[in-house]
T-cell receptor
Framework: KQEVTQIPAALSVPEGENLVLNCSFTDSAIYNLQWFRQDPGKGLTSLLL?????REQTSGRLNASLDKSSGRSTLYIAASQPGDSATYLCAVKGNTPLVFGKGTRLSVIA | DAMVIQNPRYQVTQFGKPVTLSCSQTLNHNVMYWYQQKSSQAPKLLFHYYDKDFNNEADTPDNFQSRRPNTSFCFLDIRSPGLGDAAMYLCATSREQGWEQYFGPGTRLTVT
């Protein structure tokens, strides 16, 4: 059974810092991995999707990497801003439905 | 803009009183999903439709039902809500199974 873990559960950084969020999964037989952002009380916003054949994807200040063999993905956020404060969830798609981690709650302090 | 819309955004129902949550999409995607998310937890898939084909997750309670009358709309029916069903309910779509999923804003359900 696929399990997805996100560490740390919460992170607080000063504005302007570069930071890395981690996601690990137990079954490397995946089709893709998706990173989402969730603001309090809101739905999920898709940030990046990495196919299993890809190593990374970039969108603006965000860069996501995937190492399928080791069961790891990272989300790199450059020059963090207070508006980046949210919970970030990763989810993997294999032969089962999308499996989510519990997320990392990020606070960027001005 | 093409999007996934959920109504209402907030729903309050009484214990045992049936409630229906609505999701619509303008993306013309084949797949529609319903997730339940409780506080500080990961979203949990309840069921999904691929076109008209309904796929129920094994551990989804019988209390939860779904209807998809056409490509654009999908409904979540909770026949007899219990206090433990209070949660955020998220609808999502994808063009095909395994493709990128797009989520709506969610419906926050409160059971009194």
């Amino acid at each position: 059974k696929q399990e997805v873990t996100q560490i740390p559960a919460a992170l607080s950084v000063p504005e302007g810092e570069n930071l890395v969020l981690n996601c690990s999964f137990t079954d490397s037989a995946i089709y893709n991995l998706q990173w989402f952002r969730q603001d309090p009380g809101k739905g999920l916003t898709s940030l990046l999707l990495i196919q299993s054949s890809q190593r990374e994807q970039t969108s603006g200040r965000l860069n996501a990497s995937l190492d399928k063999s080791s069961g790891r993905s990272t989300l790199y956020i450059a020059a963090s801003q207070p508006g980046d404060s949210a919970t970030y969830l990763c989810a993997v798609k294999g032969n089962t439905p999308l499996v989510f981690g519990k997320g990392t709650r990020l606070s960027v302090i001005a | 803009d093409a999007m996934v819309i959920q109504n209402p955004r907030y729903q309050v129902t009484q214990f045992g009183k049936p409630v229906t949550l609505s999701c619509s999409q303008t993306l013309n995607h084949n797949v529609m999903y319903w997730y339940q998310q409780k506080s500080s937890q990961a979203p949990k898939l309840l069921f999904h439709y691929y076109d008209k084909d309904f796929n129920n997750e094994a551990d989804t309670p019988d209390n939860f039902q779904s209807r998809r009358p056409n490509t654009s709309f999908c409904f979540l029916d909770i026949r007899s809500p219990g206090l433990g069903d209070a949660a955020m309910y998220l609808c999502a779509t994808s063009r095909e199974q395994g493709w990128e999923q797009y989520f709506g804003p969610g419906t926050r359900l409160t059971v009194t």
